[in-house]
């Protein structure tokens, strides 16, 4: 079945430091893959999404690329800040059927001034 | 616009009893999916209810039910309750029977004792 892999955190990174969150899937056909946030005490929120090989999802300063080849979608961030501290969720789906969402273990970032 | 609404937001039952959780979709939704994330990992896939009928059901036994009523609200039921059943619940609302849209509540948090 679809699953998905995260690199395991937490990450701890300074203010303005580069950020990469490694993602990595196993599916059949051409998912769509998602990032999603949830910060402390919250459900989840959509952060970016990719819908098709060689896209790029990007929000807030975050960016992911669609890596059919590879089967990967690391999402990046140039310059961290506090409030990014957070949980980032890896997901996927498949757009042409009727499937759940299916989710990484996520990745815990802190962020330090 | 309200955005997906869950109540309670936080619950504490004791082994064996039965409880309710509850679930407002966006407005403009239709389908509602359950999640169940345990402390540290990614949500897992419960059920989806769509035109008031369970769509898709995820890999949880039968003490594990829903319903969604004509307004598109829904409810998940866990009957004999078990301490593994201690998890963040969340709901996701979307349009039609996909999920690439999904919006997510902020989740109940049950704590079985």
């Known amino acids: 079945g679809d699953s998905v892999t995260q690199m395991e955190g937490p990450v701890t990174l300074s203010e303005e430091a580069f950020l990469t969150i490694n993602c990595t899937y196993t599916?059949?056909?051409?998912?769509?893959l998602f990032w999603y946030v949830q910060y402390p005490g919250e459900g989840l929120q959509l952060l970016l999404k990719?819908?098709?090989?060689?896209d790029k999802g990007s929000n807030k300063g975050f960016e992911a690329t669609y890596r059919k080849e590879t089967t990967s979608f690391h999402l990046e961030k140039g310059s961290v800040q506090v409030s990014d501290s957070a949980v980032y969720f890896c997901a996927l789906t498949h757009p042409s059927g009727n499937t759940p969402l299916v989710f990484g273990k996520g990745t815990r970032l802190s962020v330090i001034a | 616009d309200a955005g997906v609404t869950q109540s309670p937001t936080h619950l504490i039952k004791t082994r064996g009893q039965q409880v309710t959780l509850r679930c407002s979709p966006k407005?403009?939704?239709?389908?509602v999916s359950w999640y169940q994330q345990a402390l540290g990992q990614g949500p897992q896939f419960i059920f989806q209810?769509?035109?008031?009928?369970?769509?898709q059901r995820g890999n949880f036994p039968d003490r594990f039910s829903g319903h969604q009523f004509p307004n598109y609200s829904s409810e998940l039921n866990v009957n004999a309750l078990l301490l593994g059943d201690s998890a963040l619940y969340l709901c996701a609302s979307s349009w039609g029977d996909r999920s690439t849209e999904a919006f997510f509540g902020q989740g109940t948090r049950l704590t079985v004792v």
């Open positions: 990719a819908t098709k090989a060689d």
């Open positions: 407005s403009g939704h239709d389908t």
């Open positions: 209810y769509y035109e008031e009928e369970e769509r």
């Open positions: 599916a059949t056909g051409y998912p769509s």
